[in-house]
């Protein structure tokens, strides 16, 4: 079996499948249809589905031209038909792995996605989840599912690994084609396969280990990483604004040393997919071994606090202007989670505004990436653009995301009193209403 996925690997002769045509899905189809593998992406939303077959791009790094054209000469479909699993020789699982109202993981994505493709499973497919999720997951959940639904025994019948997605999205240098890409599979022989599969996309940049749960452990230690020193630089800005001194500046003093120092900034909170996540997936596992992670479990506190502490400092700034938050106009700058892009999975900006509304202020928001948002359910429609009339009108602008569009020597000269969290106006020359968290 090695032998020939090896050698229809080489040839392009293998087809691939994608299940989960989001932020991760969609841009690993598109990668795996250009390197010259007929690609098919399996998702539950109808609607995602029709817009891919008809060359519609609604991903951020995917390149419109290149979607329609993969599209268009038969390269890359998409269905919510999982018999087409019959058809595929490779299948990844990207699909969602949020946490539920208790903080701790909600696999029922992934879980749901294996049953629906074991029951299509054939000998000589390969299967690699690359949904984030905790060690184990891959040999403990998957395996048996696979196994039970499709008859086949895995290792003999079919091959099964783990590689974690790494894409950031807005990374102008690293895209999916140039990101390395870790693989940890059940057995040599899966290991080696699934290596070729990332490696005729990647070239050399596949890295290999041992065994799924390295693999799953790796993306959760990448994000767990930037959790705990994002939290430790958090837990800095307040105690900086305290002794009155502007870690931004110390920030930069630090940077200037070329080694044992690897530059985070604070902010409102954090956001995305990944980095509040990930860590709860690690102390949610960890429990089961009567392990406590306390050290990522302070830096977890401190961040979910930093929307609040926005707030707090938002209230002071205008208690220096004699005004209350009970009442005044907020006007909040971004709420995508961070720069130059629409998504707003997790955003801090979110709970920031959450948090002002709850002390009666009357909040108002710009982003001229995400025109409106869904929160529990509800539409917040955002202002169609920035003038000078809504910026002179409000009685505090808060900035939550460093857009690179936005022209801030104008936010300046029309704001009443900034409330800059991101240090994105660093460059304005006139400061004097503005503050930096």
């Known amino acids: 079996m090695k032998e020939e996925l090896l050698s229809r690997i080489a040839e392009r002769k293998i087809t691939v499948g994608v299940v989960g045509l989001g932020y991760v899905g969609l841009p690993l189809a598109v990668e795996k249809a250009k390197a010259g593998f007929r690609t098919i992406g399996f998702d539950v939303q109808e609607e995602k589905v029709k817009q891919v077959n008809a060359g519609h791009n609604y991903i951020g790094d ?49 879980e749901n996605s294996a049953k629906s493709i074991a029951g299509y499973l054939t000998k000589g497919t390969v299967v690699v989840l690359e949904s984030t999720t905790y060690p184990g997951t891959t040999e403990e959940l998957i395996k048996p599912i696979l196994e039970k639904g499709s008859g086949l025994e895995c290792g003999k019948d079919f091959y099964l690994g783990f590689s974690p997605e790494r894409v950031d999205p807005g ?89 044992g120092f690897t530059a985070f900034y604070p902010g409102p909170g954090l956001g995305g997919h990944c980095i509040p996540l990930d860590p709860y997936y690690l102390t949610w596992k960890a429990r089961e071994y009567g392990f406590h992670t306390s050290m990522i479990e302070a830096s977890m506190m401190i961040n979910d606090h930093m929307p609040e502490y926005t707030v707090e400092r938002c209230g002071k700034i205008l208690n220096r202007h004699r005004k209350a938050l009970n009442g005044s106009k907020v006007l909040v700058l971004g709420v995508a989670y961070k720069q130059d892009i629409d998504d707003y999975r997790e955003s801090p900006a979110l709970r920031v505004i959450e948090e002002l509304e709850k002390t009666g202020a009357s909040v108002s928001f710009y982003d001229p990436y995400i025109p409106q948002y869904k929160q529990h359910g509800k539409l917040h429609k955002g202002e169609t653009a920035l003038t000078a009339e809504l910026l002179q009108h409000a009685d505090l602008v808060v900035v939550t995301a460093a857009h690179t569009n936005i022209d801030y020597d104008f936010v300046q000269r029309h704001a009443q009193a900034v409330f800059d969290t991101k240090n994105v106006m660093k460059e304005v020359k006139e400061r004097n209403n503005i503050e930096v968290l």
């Open 171 to 259: 990374n102008a240098v690293y895209k999916t084609k140039n990101t390395p890409k870790v693989v940890g599979a059940v057995g040599k022989d899966a290991q080696e396969v699934i290596a070729a599969i990332y490696g005729a996309v990647l070239g050399d940049k596949v890295h290999t280990v041992s065994s799924p749960a390295v693999a799953e452990m790796t993306k959760i230690l990448e994000n767990t990483y930037r959790n705990i020193n994002i939290g430790l630089i958090n837990e800095l800005a307040i105690l900086c604004n305290r002794m009155n001194i502007d870690l931004w500046e110390v920030i930069e003093a630090a940077k200037t040393k070329p080694f």
């Open 62 to 110: 995917v390149v419109d031209a290149e979607l329609a054209q993969l599209v268009s000469n038969g390269m890359l479909s998409a269905t919510s038909d999982f018999s087409f699993i019959k058809e595929v020789d490779f299948v990844a699982i990207c699909v969602p792995t949020p946490l539920d109202i208790h903080q701790e993981p909600d696999i029922s994505y992934v």
